[in-house]
């Protein structure tokens, strides 16, 4: 695979930093993995699915690749989890300074840390929709505070949180974790009704960050991940909420992260590809 990929057809992909609206960073990172390796080589496998996509957005009746898409050089070269969180932050907090729309690929989800810290100060009254099939609540893990199991606690330390699809975690989250604040995963799917979208909507400030770890997905959709979890969220589960929520509130970034690519399973490549397509068709409905 080609070391430098961009989102989208080459022909057509936006080269022109400054003339782009959205910039698409690419972060292989995956320094705390704990299980199946290989999230590093998840944005690069995002990036080349990209090439097949078809840009016309029937939902939107919309072409947000017009806004200009312009992906960034891969971000990368970390010996501790510490140093990979600082690069992110710095390198996010310069885009958005620039009046970009930041949209990272990772990598394993503690890449979403130095992200939510940069938007944190970019946007005030800032708040976070993590979709994800883990709590991610713990202080600390394998001797660091910034191991991908950790990610929500750090975020939570910045702005408040509410966590969609949940279906495991470890006893000591138990005393982290804000239920009232939580939408698991089986009321979710045995609910019969999306009216939980409008309960976890309404706890979101107006300014949302969305982070998605891609096993929020039921792994008969999305087996490529290096901690898969049965049960889940089906596809218009998630773009459901994502809909409702840029239509409700002002998505200022997202990331989609824990791609973990198998040459069997390319449909899982071009799945998360068009996520994103999907969720920036969204965003920029309607919007100048």
Request: aromatic share 8%; charged share 25%; glycine share 8%.
């Amino acid at each position: 695979m080609a070391e430098r990929c961009v989102f989208g057809d080459v022909a057509v992909s936006c080269m022109d930093l400054q003339k782009a609206k959205i910039v698409v960073l690419p972060v292989p990172y995956d320094g705390t993995s704990t299980w199946v390796k290989g999230a590093d080589k998840g944005p690069q496998a995002i990036l080349k699915a990209s090439e097949n996509l078809e840009f016309y957005d029937i939902r939107t009746d919309s072409q947000v690749f017009d806004r200009g898409i312009f992906t960034a050089p891969l971000l990368k070269g970390f010996s501790t989890p510490q140093q990979m969180v600082d690069a992110v932050r710095t390198t996010v907090a310069g885009h958005l300074e620039n009046g970009k729309f930041l949209v990272l690929l990772g990598g394993e989800h503690s890449i979403s840390i130095g992200s939510v810290q940069a938007h944190g100060q970019a946007f005030k009254d800032l708040s976070i929709l993590q979709l994800d099939a883990h709590a991610d609540l713990r202080d600390s893990y394998e001797g660091s505070a910034f191991n991908h199991a950790c990610t929500m606690a750090r975020v939570r330390e910045i702005c408040p949180i509410v966590q969609v699809g949940i279906r495991s975690m470890d006893v000591c989250e138990k005393t982290n974790m804000d239920r009232s604040r939580v939408f698991f995963a089986e009321d979710i799917c045995n609910g019969g009704d999306r009216r939980w979208i409008d309960d976890a909507l309404e706890l979101l400030t107006d300014r949302v960050y969305v982070t998605i770890d891609l096993d929020v997905f039921d792994p008969a959709i999305m087996p490529a991940t290096g901690t898969p979890e049965p049960g889940g969220l089906g596809w218009y589960d998630v773009l459901a909420v994502l809909k409702a929520l840029c239509r409700k509130k002002q998505l200022v970034g997202f990331d989609v992260t824990e791609l973990c690519p198998r040459p069997a399973l390319w449909a899982c490549d071009f799945t998360a590809a068009k996520l994103v397509y999907q969720l920036l068709s969204c965003r920029f409905e309607d919007k100048r």
